[in-house]
């Protein structure tokens, strides 16, 4: 049997098997850049949570060495100075805004130099000893005027306990007006009568003195 004549003979197609499809494949380049943006973008994320992560422990160690906030125990009200001479009076008032009793108060108050504008710190006590909640006491020291140019209230202090109080300041008195310590002095002039003709007699006499106004 002729199996090549069978293939050719006529009114016969001879059909060829269909090639099969190349694959394509990408560049090496392409995978390459793929490759290193993915790893960059991993290493971007660990990056990132990694400080994130950071930042929230040093967020927790600042809150931990913060001290709580604590309420205002006290309320100092800061009287305008008093002049004399040449001292100047530096003077106010402390109220206990707490509930319990404040005791031993004290007050650093920082002192300005007008010269150079160093600065000194004064230990002034607060009267009576012991304050009860809602009650007031005071303070009060000289400086002088020529050497000093100002004050500021820096701490308040109990020697009963070791912390610090906590106030706030507002305004106090006003300076009280000075009066004159002489009262001012008055002067009077009096008109002297012109001379007159002889026989005639003069308007200011005895019986009528002259009114000083």
């Known amino acids: 049997m002729n199996i090549l004549g069978n293939l050719n003979e006529p009114g016969q197609d001879f059909q060829r098997p269909a090639p099969e499809p190349k694959r394509r494949t990408a560049p090496a380049s392409i995978i390459a ?7 960059l973008i991993t290493i971007g994320y660990l990056l990132f949570f990694r400080n994130a992560e950071q930042q929230a422990t040093r967020q927790e160690q600042r809150q931990s060495d913060t001290p709580a906030a604590v309420a205002t125990e006290a309320q100092i009200f ?14 106010g008032t402390v109220r206990n805004l ?20 160093s ?16 009650a007031e006491g005071k303070y009060s020291f000289q400086i002088a005027r020529q050497e000093f140019s100002g004050t500021q209230i820096k701490r308040l202090k109990s020697s009963n306990r070791p912390a610090l109080i906590a ?5 106090g008195a006003r300076r009280p007006k000075e009066l004159p310590t002489e009262p001012p002095t008055r002067v009077v002039t009096i008109e002297r009568p012109s001379p007159r003709p002889s026989g005639e007699e003069f308007i200011n006499t005895p019986d009528t003195p002259t009114r000083v106004p």
Do not use: M, Q
Request: with cysteine.
């Open 78 to 91: 800061e009287d305008e100075p008093i002049l004399k001479d040449s001292k100047a009076v530096i003077g």
């Open 98 to 117: 707490s509930r319990e009793s404040l005791n031993n108060l004290s007050l650093d108050i920082e002192l300005k130099r007008r010269s150079d504008g």
């Open 119 to 134: 600065t000194e710190v004064r230990a002034v006590p607060v009267e009576p000893k012991t304050i009860a909640p809602g």
């Open 33 to 39: 850049a793929c490759l290193l943006l993915g790893a």
């Open 167 to 171: 106030f706030k300041t507002a305004p």
